[in-house]
């Protein structure tokens, strides 16, 4: 009893005394990692807790899940220190190990935290083996092809693993790796590779389900020294396009005028007679302007009696009251109808002048002119023509004694303020162009000359005027043959008849000419008057006798209906032209002074 | 080359083709019923790791043995010598059974995916999802294979899965997921192993692939 008590005391002090020296029991270890590299074996680690001090063994326990029975690790020296290695026929598949590694010492022991591990799950293959990179020329470029075996340990033939490969190259000097996924194949070609440089090769692999394999060792490959084809063939093909840009240049350069004048067609500068740009630039504008305006234009005393288209219009009441004063053209009037077969025609469609009065000589017309002039007043007519009283201040040929009458188509206006039109008088009622001629009596006979004054024309600016119309432009002439007979039997009866400018005598004036005058010359246009017919004659029972003959015979066969000697006594018509009696058929149509038939005339006089 | 003698050329190679379409048809099968096993084994890893990421420690603690998987009753070899033993036909229909014993089970996956407490929920649920589909189209895949293996007998082992709930309280839930979870990975490891030996005994005339 004394010597066991005695023998605790002792342990107890030799313990305390062993502690004070610094041992203890060992600290707990712990399983680092297990791991199997072909599915079929595994090995775990364990790392040791500190081992107090004193010599520590340590043991490795596991049991599987579906059973209570311990085993100890069949090995622990093929795995190395501190490990256990499981081989085959301890080694289950799909089956959870719990695993405990128990750390003794002389003092006590320590035991770690368990550990579930399903072998499958844990699978990390060795690295592959016999890494080889060699260089192949080929012609499109030399490249290396890598080549490796399957780690020793995996039986991939049978299917059992699966192994899929990855390899990464880099230079020496380069700090990331160019890694390249191989699959399941056991080579690899890399190319893109720059020429005389050394590169180094290292291959891994995977199983399909598990952890990637160490990186082998390196493997180390040399580029040969070599020009890619594909910068060769740039760099031909950026020397040609220069070649050929500099001949693009050089031949741009020599024909840069004719490319100029293609790109850039010269844009017509405007251009001005007398215009100049400098004194423009200059400032001065009126002497720019200046130079610009023409002497003589617009044309003033020239062309004045050119000016033979107006369209004037009468308006039928005004007409009317008009004429109920006067006693010369009544009867005129009322033996004309209101048709016209001109009527509404401009002027400019008219290829002769529309008179507005029938009158032959001044002789016996000065009064009327008066009158007409006075109708003209308050009148548009077809035709500027307007009463000329006696010799027109401007006409030397009514003071030449000639003989002619020229009744002025356009009133004077400086001696006669009446002839000047209020502008405001008349409306230009174009149906009054009927009633016009209304006034020209059927005597409207070639001995009617009018005298177109040119230098009315510009005081007429109130009028309605317009240009005239070349080709219209009629002239009435003259003809002194045909003068006596028919002036001074002609009553200068109101009436309107077709004129033609036959020329512009040097005095300016026109020389104008009824369109029914007998003398005219072939050149009238009237002769081309297919589509009216003319009267050659009109018999005593008021039948008319048409003629159809044209051109020579216009002048010649040209007969006017005396109507007026049937009809109005007191207007005495022009002396009838009796012209031949052709036999033309005989045609209840009475004509007019101007050739025009108006077929109204038939009816009942008013 | 005329038109006559091209269209000589491709009739031929067609009939080469009608003929050796056998073969190369099983060929051609299992590696497709292979990768879609491996697609299937590569998804439950992934989900287990999702659902462990963020797992409640007591949930180990309760989570029930491996050995409670309803299909641990099925005898497949433990280890590589004997899954080479083991004849074409049968690892085909030990594939096939178990394949055909979570079909039902992975629904219920399915369903509770969605309501499961868990921050991850929603990639667990389309992961789910996925792991249906692929279950439904190898199980089609591997219909054809049989078909075309030519075997006597069909000895499919029935299965069956009787839980249809994975419990009460969301924690129970949870890990009653991760459980059946983790059943269905080691299964569908197993599945894609066999396979991958099918495939290479197969394979006779592509020994690169082996």
């Known amino acids: 009893m004394r010597n066991s008590g005695a023998m605790l005391i002792l342990t107890f002090i030799a313990i305390l ?53 311990v085993y100890e690790c069949p090995d622990y020296r093929t795995a190395g220190e501190n490990s256990c290695f499981f081989n085959k026929n301890d080694t289950s598949l799909w089956v959870n190990y719990n695993i405990t590694v128990v750390a003794s010492n002389a003092l006590g022991k320590n035991i770690s ?46 299917g059992w693993i699966t192994l899929l490969y990855q390899l990464r190259v880099k230079q020496e000097k380069d700090k990331e790796w160019e890694e390249y996924n191989a699959g399941m194949q056991k080579y690899y070609n890399v190319f893109s590779l720059h020429p005389d440089k050394e590169y180094m090769v290292q291959v891994r692999c995977k199983p399909d389900h598990g952890f990637w394999s160490e990186w082998t060792q390196t493997t180390y490959v040399k580029m040969p020294d070599y020009i890619t084809r594909e910068r060769s063939l740039w760099i031909m093909i950026t020397i040609f ?69 107006y369209l004037e219009v009468y308006d039928n009441e005004e007409q009317e009251l008009v004429l109920d004063g006067k006693d010369l053209s009544e009867d005129c009037m009322k ?22 009065k029938c009158m032959d000589g001044r002789e016996g017309s000065g009064s009327n002119q008066h009158q007409y002039s006075q109708h003209g007043e308050t009148r548009w007519a077809s035709t500027e023509s307007s009463e000329s009283q006696g010799p027109e201040p401007g006409s030397p040929e009514s003071a030449n004694g000639r003989g002619k009458t020229w009744p002025v188509v356009f009133s004077s206006p400086k001696p006669q303020p009446h002839h000047h039109y209020p502008v405001g008088a008349a409306k230009p009622a174009y149906h009054s162009v009927p009633e016009i001629l209304n006034h020209l009596s059927p005597h409207a006979m070639p001995s009617n000359y009018h005298q177109l004054n040119h230098q009315d024309i510009p005081q007429q600016e109130h009028r309605f005027s317009k240009p005239a119309c070349r080709h219209s432009q009629s002239y009435n002439q003259f003809n002194l043959d045909g003068v006596d007979t028919p002036a001074p039997g002609v009553p200068p009866s109101p009436s309107l008849e077709y004129v033609e400018v036959q020329r512009v005598n040097p005095e300016n004036m026109l020389l104008l000419r009824p369109l029914s005058d007998p003398n005219r010359e072939p050149e009238g246009s009237d002769c081309t008057r297919e589509d009216y017919s003319k009267v050659k004659e009109v018999t005593s029972n008021n039948i008319l006798l048409l003629q159809r003959a044209m051109s020579h015979q216009c002048v010649d066969d040209y007969s006017q209906a005396d109507q007026c000697t049937t009809q109005q006594p007191p207007h005495p018509c022009k002396p009838a032209v009796h012209q031949s009696n052709s036999g033309m058929p005989q045609e209840a149509i009475r004509v007019m002074g101007n050739g025009y038939v108006d077929s109204t005339v038939l009816m009942p006089s008013y | 080359m005329t038109q006559g003698s091209r269209l000589c050329f491709a009739v031929a190679v067609l009939m080469c083709a009608f003929v050796s379409i056998n073969g190369v048809g099983l060929n051609d099968l299992l590696e497709r019923a292979s990768q879609l096993s491996d697609k299937l084994h590569s998804l439950s890893t992934s989900l287990t790791n999702d659902l462990d990421s963020h797992f409640p420690p007591v949930g180990r603690v309760m989570m029930p043995r491996p050995s409670m998987c309803h299909t641990s009753s099925l005898q497949v070899p433990n280890d590589k010598d004997q899954a080479l033993k083991v004849p074409e036909d049968e690892l085909l229909s030990l594939a096939r ?76 839930r949870l890990v009653n997921f991760h459980f059946l979870l983790s059943c269905f990975r080691r299964d569908s490891h197993k599945i894609d192993s066999f396979l991958k030996v099918l495939r290479c005994r197969a394979a006779k005339k592509r020994p690169e692939m082996c």
């Not at chain 1, 033996?335 to 002769?352: A, E, F, H, L, Y």
Request: proline letters at 8%; aromatic letters at 8%.
């Open chain 1, 113 to 158: 935290d368990p550990v579930e591990v399903d072998v499958v799950y844990i699978v990390q293959p060795n690295t592959p083996e016999h890494v080889t990179a060699v260089v192949v020329h080929d012609e499109q470029g030399p490249f290396v092809r890598v080549s490796w075996e399957k780690p020793r340990t995996a039986d991939t033939r049978s």
């Open chain 2, 97 to 172: 059974s178990l394949l055909l014993a979570w079909s039902d089970p992975l629904a219920l996956l399915s369903s509770e995916a969605s309501s499961l407490a868990h921050p991850e929920r929603n990639t667990i649920d389309s992961k789910t999802k996925e792991l249906q589909e692929n279950i439904n189209s190898l199980g089609a895949g591997l219909e054809h294979v049989f078909n075309k293996m030519d075997s006597t007998s069909d000895n499919l082992s029935s299965l069956p899965f009787y839980t249809n709930s994975l419990g009460q309280d969301k924690t129970s």
């Open chain 1, 241 to 309: 396009f220069v070649f050929i840009v500099l001949i693009l240049t050089w031949t741009l350069n020599v024909k840069r005028n004719s490319v100029k004048l293609c790109l850039l067609p010269a844009v017509p500068g405007p251009k001005i007679k007398g215009f100049d740009k400098q004194l423009l630039k200059s400032g001065k504008s009126e002497e720019v302007f200046n130079t610009l305006v023409i002497q003589g234009f617009p044309p003033t005393t020239d062309y004045d009696n050119l000016l033979v288209e």
């Open chain 1, 17 to 69: 005394t062993l502690q004070a020296a610094g041992v203890s029991p060992p600290g707990k270890p712990r399983l680092t990692s297990c791991r199997s590299p072909e599915k079929e074996t595994f090995t775990c680690w364990w790392e040791p807790g500190g081992d107090g001090g004193l010599p520590t063994t340590y043991a490795l326990y596991y049991h599987l899940e579906n059973s209570e029975t």
């Open chain 1, 335 to 356: 033996s004309k109808s209101p048709s016209d077969i001109d009527s509404g025609r401009g002027s400019c469609d008219s290829r002769t002048l529309l008179l507005e």
